[in-house]
């Protein structure tokens, strides 16, 4: 059975920075692209970035392009959000997901695990 388990997240300032983690178990990581996703309250889930099962292709939403760098190492079978320059807009339930295709996706519905979720706000 495949898990996925989040590390990071908490509460920051205007302009800091905060890396998320996420270890996947059970499951030929190497193999599965990885997303992460935020959901902010009263808002839907949404796309932040993904890699592919290689790391050789990422993609990010236009709102954290440049800011955020997603990251894999497949000897550890983890995937990082690396987040910089944080807005309050930041500020969601971050989300790691895993799909068992190679190629990364931006809809919540093609990803297959997900991790617990992982809070991260952002003050003013």
Request: aromatic share 12%.
């Given at each position: ?6 590390f990071g ?9 905060l890396r ?105």
């Amino acid at each position: 059975q495949v898990q996925l388990v989040q590390f990071g997240g908490g509460l920051v300032q205007t302009g800091d920075s905060l890396r998320l983690s996420c270890a996947v178990s059970g499951g030929p990581f190497s193999s599965y692209a990885m997303g992460w996703f935020r959901q902010a309250p009263g808002k839907e889930r949404e796309f932040v970035s993904s890699i592919s099962a290689s790391g050789s292709s990422t993609y990010y939403a236009d709102s954290v392009e440049g800011r955020f760098t997603i990251s894999r190492d497949n000897a550890r079978n983890t995937v990082w959000l690396q987040m910089n320059s944080l807005k309050p807009e930041d500020t969601a339930v971050y989300y790691c997901a895993s799909r068992r295709l190679r190629l990364g996706a931006r809809k919540d519905f093609e990803y297959d695990y997900w991790g617990q979720g992982t809070q991260v706000t952002v003050s003013s």
